[in-house]
């Protein structure tokens, strides 16, 4: 099965980093996703780790670890739009196309 | 292009009734998925269609949950007979290609509320 822990707030101010970490326990996936969603909103896609290391988009980074069981996003710069819930998913290699999503993680911006 | 879209945006019934959600994916995304989020927690996978076929329905709770998607288009989801567990919020996401990095395109989702 597949297990994706993040924590489930983070507060920051504007202009600050913060990092939102997503630890898994799975048995095999192809690569890890981030998803942002506002309050009634709609899940929308941030970024993909295919492979370990670093993706960069503007002001957000996304980190994959396999050998660690982790992976973190970045954000830099925050803006108090950022305030929202972020979510860690990983499609398993099972044959089917299904993505797992973790526990989820609302991040509160202040001035 | 118009983002996906679903209906209705809310839906408060009581127990034991019966609630259709409607799904419309993006033009031309053969692949949608219905996932749910309950008491604002993690975001659950319920099933997936390929075109007018059922690829993975293994999220599905029970049999009181039905989902088709005629004519591989829109897609429904139907409650019956509603539960007060079933109260949550319910996404659909379409996706154009099927690949690893193909990300999910999702709806504002439906809140359900059963009293």
């Known amino acids: 099965g597949q297990s994706l822990e993040q924590p489930s707030e983070v507060t920051a101010v504007e202009g600050a980093i913060v990092q939102i970490n997503c630890t898994y326990q799975?048995?095999?996936?192809?690569?890890l996703s981030w998803y942002q969603q506002h309050d009634g909103g709609a899940p929308t896609f941030l970024s993909y780790?295919?492979?370990?290391g670093l993706e960069e988009t503007g002001r957000f980074s996304s980190f994959l670890s396999r050998s660690d069981s982790y992976g973190y996003l970045l954000l830099q710069e925050l803006q108090m739009k950022d305030s929202a819930s972020y979510f860690c998913?990983?499609?398993?290699?099972?044959?089917?196309?299904?993505?797992?999503f973790g526990t989820g993680t609302r991040l509160l911006v202040s001035p | 292009e118009a983002g996906v879209t679903q209906f209705p945006s809310h839906s408060v019934i009581e127990k034991g009734q019966t609630v259709t959600l409607r799904c419309d994916p993006i033009?031309?995304?053969?692949?949608l998925y219905w996932y749910r989020r309950v008491m604002g927690k993690e975001i659950k996978f319920l099933l997936h269609?390929?075109?007018?076929?059922?690829?993975?329905e293994s999220g599905m709770p029970n049999n009181r949950f039905l989902a088709e998607r005629t004519g591989g288009t829109y897609s429904t989801l139907k409650v019956q007979p509603a539960e007060l567990e079933d109260s949550g919020v319910y996404f659909c996401?379409?996706?154009?290609?099927?690949?690893?990095?193909?990300?999910?395109?999702f709806g504002n989702g439906t809140r359900l509320t059963v009293t």
């Open positions: 996401a379409s996706s154009q290609a099927v690949g690893n990095a193909s990300p999910l395109h």
């Open positions: 799975t048995s095999g996936f192809y690569g």
């Open positions: 780790n295919a492979l370990d």
């Open positions: 998913a990983v499609r398993p290699n099972t044959g089917f196309q299904k993505l797992v």
């Open positions: 033009s031309g995304h053969d692949n």
């Open positions: 269609f390929v075109k007018e076929s059922k690829q993975d």
